[in-house]
């Protein structure tokens, strides 16, 4: 993995996964182009060049020791914590593992682009925020949703936030606290800014639309980018309409 001198310490993706997903149980794991939706997600934050490594944080659950498995076999950290809280979960790897600057990669998005990751991370540097987002305000698609935050956000986050969705959800006590936090939004610009689609994995439709776009653009294992999603959706609307119906879980559901 390429990475770039960063003068406030190691940069790490924590990719949360476990199998037990609500609506789409083992979805991480599911097939697209011959791969595991979690090993594309894995590839696509290796593309980074600002990201140091990676940690795959899963549960404790006899279920998920396959993950831990994927994670040793890709020659990836693997933190086990608990399945709910998973603000613990995160703490307890970025302590584990002596994280400085957390990069928060969901195992929901297989489209995860490295440039844009790389674009928040730099955004969060250069203005010395404690944290970081492209989803603050949405205008990126969703399923592209990086944040970054400082350990030291996380370790208050950890110590003081009691709401179950502020657990389960991880960085709400610190984007909803600005009194508290030194927020930073990173909003699209140009053919980016479509809020409009959908292109995260949470239902059978979602994965039917993922597999149908890594079919048409996935070629000899190279990275393709957002904008060449947005433009083959464009042209074959159809696409976009076998997932246009779903509705997005909100915080607590």
Known sequence: ??????????????????????????????????????????????????????????????????????????????????????????????????????????????LIDPRIVDEVVHSHMDSHADYTSNGIIRTFPLGLDVEVFSYSALEKAYNEARRQYEREHVTPYIYLNPGIFKLKSVEASGKLRRSDLRLTVDTEEDLRLIREIFRRLYHNGQIFYTEDVIDLLDKHPELVAINAHVVQKELGQ
Do not use: W
Request: proline share 3%; with cysteine.
């Open 1 to 110: 993995m390429d990475s770039v001198v960063n003068p406030q310490g190691n940069v790490s993706a924590i990719v949360q996964a476990r199998m037990g997903s609500t609506r789409l149980p083992g979805k991480v794991m599911s097939t697209i182009a011959n791969k595991s939706l979690l090993q594309h997600i894995v590839e696509r934050i290796q593309a980074s060049r600002l990201i140091s490594n990676m940690i795959l944080a899963t549960t404790t659950l006899k279920k998920d020791n396959r993950l831990e498995y994927f994670a040793k076999r890709h020659g990836l950290a693997c933190y086990r914590g608990e399945e709910q809280d998973v603000l613990a979960r995160y703490y307890g790897a970025a302590t584990e593992f002596r994280v400085k600057v957390i990069v928060r990669i969901c195992a929901d998005d297989p």
